[in-house]
Each structure stands twice: as structure tokens, then as C-alpha cells.
């Protein structure tokens, strides 16, 4: 007999103080993480069709992954980014179509052409250079990057490294935090804990104005048993 397991999605400690009945939430996916496929991406489903949240976004963060693409020009990695996303949208469309509430799905292309998102990120920007508060955050958080960077690859440009992730944070803190905040999202469901840059991003950028919107939910995954088969 072979145990047959699948997993199941929880919230992790901010999710299991809220009612979410009524709420709007967006579910952001970093397309070619594994925790956004198969199994884990049905229980992740699964667990927003049981929460009572009343619709969901799904953020196909693909042209944003172009910035990991450092061996190739930038408009072919542009067009390698969206070739990935729609290639996800349609490896994963049978787990969508299981959403039991109204949903949308946004691409990061689009995101990128709100007529919010240039003054947001200079904002963001500004604040990294004159706060240095905000510049630790998202120091720290791009230095826990290159130094597993450095622990697989000893020779690993390093500074090259920290341009590409300074980047790569400029332009996706303003569109979770302050953008879909203002959009009225109340809550961003995504597998890992929020980092450093994520977090003061919200401090500054969303907590005066949006309190209760753009909070962060990281989730739990567990396997359960599931009846054996022979």
C-alpha cells in the first residue's frame, strides 16, 4: 500500500486573526517558484474558496522576473518574462478555474502602464535616498539575497548583484504596497514570510493613509494523508 499525500494551504499568524469575509485580496505569483504550481497552488485555491474572501486577484508577477534574466538583452528577456506568464496562465488553467469566488487576473505588464505607478516609484526612490531607515530595510533585504548568492557561487559578482536586486525591489515595492493598496485590496496572499523592503514600504507608503489595506498573508503548506491505494 502507498500512502498518498496532498497538501493543504493555511495562514500563517496575521491570517488566522481576521475575518475575511467580504474582503479583496490578491494572490501574487512569482512565476517558476515551485510553490506556485500543482499541488500547492490547488491548495492554495482551495483555501481561498473556504476563507470568505469575496474576490481575488491573481498577479502574474512575470515581466518583473526579466530582471533575473542577466544573460539576455533586455527586450528579449522582456519578451522571455511574458512568454513565461502565458505559458503559466495556461499550464495552471484547470487550477484557476477552480476559484469558487469572482476573480481577475492582472499581469505586471499592465501594472507597469498604471498612470500611478512612475510618481509611486519616484516616491519610493526619493525615500530610499534620503531615509535612512528605508535604505536599511531594503538593504538588508537584498543583502539576504546576494549572500546566498555568495554561498553558491564564491565568484559571484556581488555588486552587479545589488544593482540588479535594487531594481528589481524599486519597481515591485510601490505596485504591492502603495498601488494596490489604493486599488482597495485589502490583503496579499503570497507563500513566503514579507521582507524587510516589503514591510517599510507599508510603514511608509500605506499605513497613514490605507491602514487596513495591502496587509501581507504568508502561507502555510502541509501534507495530509489521503486514503491509501494499493
Not at 110 to 123: F, H, P, S, V
Not at 164 to 192: K, N, T
Amino acid at each position: 500500500m502507498t500512502a498518498v499525500t496532498r497538501s493543504k494551504a493555511s495562514f500563517g499568524k496575521v491570517g488566522q486573526e481576521h475575518d475575511f469575509t467580504g474582503t479583496r485580496a490578491v494572490l501574487l505569483v512569482s512565476v517558476g517558484q515551485r510553490y506556485h504550481e500543482g499541488d500547492k497552488l490547488q491548495a492554495t485555491i482551495d483555501l481561498v474558496n473556504r476563507s470568505g474572501i469575496e474576490h481575488l486577484t491573481v498577479a502574474v508577477a512575470d515581466a518583473l522576473q526579466r530582471h533575473n534574466y542577466t544573460d539576455l538583452p533586455e527586450d528579449v528577456a522582456y519578451a522571455y518574462a511574458l512568454r513565461a506568464g502565458d505559458e503559466w496562465l495556461e499550464r495552471n488553467s484547470e487550477i484557476l478555474g477552480g476559484l469558487l469566488v469572482p476573480s481577475d487576473v492582472l499581469r505586471w505588464h499592465t501594472t507597469l502602464t498604471d498612470e500611478r505607478y512612475k510618481a509611486l516609484r519616484e516616491r519610493v526612490e526619493n525615500e530610499y535616498a534620503d531615509n535612512p531607515g528605508y535604505r536599511a530595510a531594503v538593504d538588508a533585504t537584498i543583502g539576504r539575497f546576494t549572500d546566498r548568492l555568495r554561498q553558491r557561487d564564491p565568484d559571484a559578482d556581488v555588486e552587479a548583484a545589488f544593482r540588479r536586486s535594487w531594481v528589481y525591489l524599486m519597481e515591485e515595492c510601490p505596485v504591492i504596497m502603495p498601488l494596490w493598496a489604493q486599488d482597495g485590496h485589502d490583503f496579499v496572499i503570497y507563500p513566503q514570510p514579507m521582507t524587510d523592503a516589503m514591510a517599510k514600504t507599508r510603514e511608509i507608503f500605506v499605513e497613514p493613509s490605507h491602514p487596513d489595506k495591502a496587509r501581507w498573508l504568508s502561507l502555510r503548506f502541509k501534507k495530509r494523508a489521503l486514503e491509501p491505494v494499493a
